[in-house]
């Protein structure tokens, strides 16, 4: 099994709500990633997790909140986002060692309004 | 057909024809390459990767030259297919940050039939 599966494929939510991404993977990655892909643009990296633990948070506002409850899975918890937050979001994994690709998952396409 | 820059340019070639997409990456201490292939409404999808102890890698219809005096990295392609349209990114590893997977900014690949 080499695949990231991504929920929802599609979320629309107004400013005031809370709603969550989630990932998961079954390859025994233990280094999970968070990406913000606006059109026509490459991926950006928000957050990185190995071992469980957030390693890198790319100055990420406080308004997207990133969880890792085990090896398996990755959530991105939203609250209060802005307009130009629409964007797809696209969650990857690897093995922790370093020089290993990184795979993707299909994305959950956002749209704040 | 050869793209050269970070802007997103467009390279079109015809069906047959081999196709070369240029990069040029930023970080002199990254040690590890990868293209992926992006198509509309998917995921990154990994094609080819090059340590930097290389500077050339074959895979399937696929070649990556790596240039480090230059900070270069190039994908070709041969026998361009229908099935090669796509967005093409490469992404470099920052060794010093860890699991730091940093994209390029893409080009996009047509292939006229």
């Known amino acids: 099994d080499t695949e990231v599966t991504q929920t929802p494929k599609h979320l629309v939510m107004g400013m005031t709500n809370k709603k969550s991404l989630k990932c998961e993977q079954h390859?025994?990655?233990?280094?999970m990633y968070w990406y913000k892909q606006k059109a026509k643009k490459p991926p950006e990296l928000m957050f990185v997790y190995s071992y469980e633990k957030l390693s890198i948070n790319e100055s990420v506002p406080s308004r997207f909140s990133p969880e890792c409850p085990n090896s398996s899975l990755l959530n991105l918890h939203l609250h209060a986002l802005q307009p130009e937050d629409s964007a797809l979001y696209l969650c990857a994994s690897s093995q922790v060692r370093m020089n290993t690709e990184a795979f993707f998952g299909q994305g959950t396409r956002l749209t704040v309004v | 057909g050869e793209s050269v820059g970070l802007h997103l340019p467009t390279l079109s070639v015809q069906e047959g024809d081999n196709s070369i997409i240029n990069c040029a990456y930023s970080?002199?201490?990254?040690?590890?390459f990868i293209w992926y292939k992006q198509e509309s409404g998917k995921g990154p999808q990994f094609i080819i990767d090059i340590r930097s102890n290389m500077d050339k890698r074959q895979g399937q219809r696929v070649t990556v030259l790596l240039n480090k005096t230059v900070k270069h990295l190039s994908l070709q392609i041969a026998a361009t297919q229908p099935g090669d349209s796509a967005v093409y990114f490469c992404a470099e590893n920052m060794r010093e940050y860890g699991n730091k997977l940093v994209f390029g900014a893409g080009t996009i690949l047509r292939v006229k039939s």
């Open positions: 970080n002199s201490a990254s040690d590890y």
């Open positions: 390859m025994g990655h233990r280094a």
